[in-house]
């Protein structure tokens, strides 16, 4: 499908069969749409959306089957995809724009959703947002780099308890422990790549954070001595606002340096 600001070719009263296999409904935009609307669609287990000039938006109402939505070279475009009855893995490739991806409530209903997401690419030269919400779990795959040592990605997710990273892509990624309440430990795990990890922790006292084999950053907005926070097998540094104390302090291990600023 593609869309300008003269033609638009996925329109109300579209109905579309992807058939049998593995198949992606590639979407191009280079003007301001909301589309979706009234398109039926079945049988396409990936969307994937390239958009660039205006912000793109998908209704999936009345689209079935989808199992990942891909943001794909998207630049300074936002992509807004709603209306999804069943949880998707989200991709992002390339992109350098603002991502939201919104379930219906039925979706992420449970007390232990998890949502599969790759970055490759994605927010080296603009700092970006992924909206995800309702997920207590964010499975994060760093197939190559995200964000940059001026840009990074910050996820919004209001009920994130656990982010967890894999992969050895270098990453810069912003994100609130929204939903670590009451006695959920708040948790962030990373991955073997470079890592630059900004973590706010939810209005639960416990957190934990653990960083994997890349040379990594943690900078946190508050330290306390209920959080343990540890560094991995590369070169790490710990940067905070707060001042560190002996009892704040004593879970801290594996950083090579800390840094307090003003």
């Known amino acids: 499908s593609v869309n300008t600001s003269s033609s638009q070719t996925l329109n109300a ?10 198949d992606t409904l590639n979407i191009t935009s280079a003007s301001a749409l909301a589309a979706g609307t009234g398109v039926t669609a079945t049988g396409f287990e990936t969307v994937s959306i390239t958009a660039t000039t205006g912000a793109f938006s998908l209704d999936t ?18 992509v807004t995809v709603s209306g ?11 992109a350098n724009a603002n991502t939201t991806i919104t379930h219906s409530s039925s979706a992420v209903a449970g007390t232990a959703d998890a949502l599969a997401l790759t970055l490759n690419g994605a927010n080296t030269t603009t700092s970006g947002t992924l909206t995800v919400n309702g997920f207590e779990t964010i499975n994060v795959n760093a197939a190559g780099a995200t ?12 009920s994130l ?5 894999t992969g050895s892509g270098a990453s810069a990624i912003v994100a609130t422990l929204s939903g670590a309440n009451g006695t959920t430990v708040g948790t962030v795990t990373g991955g073997d790549g470079a890592e630059t990890l900004s973590i706010t922790p939810g209005a639960s006292a416990l957190m ?26 590369g070169t790490d540094t710990l940067s905070t606002s707060v001042a560190v104390s002996a009892t704040t302090g004593a879970n801290i291990s594996g950083f090579e340096t800390v840094r307090i600023s003003a």
């Open 84 to 94: 999804l009855t069943a949880k998707v893995g989200v991709n992002l490739t390339g």
């Open 61 to 78: 109402t009345t689209m079935s089957g989808i199992t990942a939505i891909t943001n794909s070279g998207s630049t300074g475009a936002d």
């Open 161 to 165: 308890q656990t982010l967890a990273i």
């Open 13 to 22: 009263g579209d109905n579309i069969n992807g058939g049998a296999g593995n």
């Open 147 to 158: 964000g940059s040592s001026t840009t990074s990605l910050t996820i919004v997710d209001d």
């Open 208 to 233: 934990s954070i653990s960083t994997g084999a890349g040379n990594d950053r943690v900078n946190l907005t508050s330290i306390a001595a209920t959080h343990t926070i540890a560094g991995g097998d």
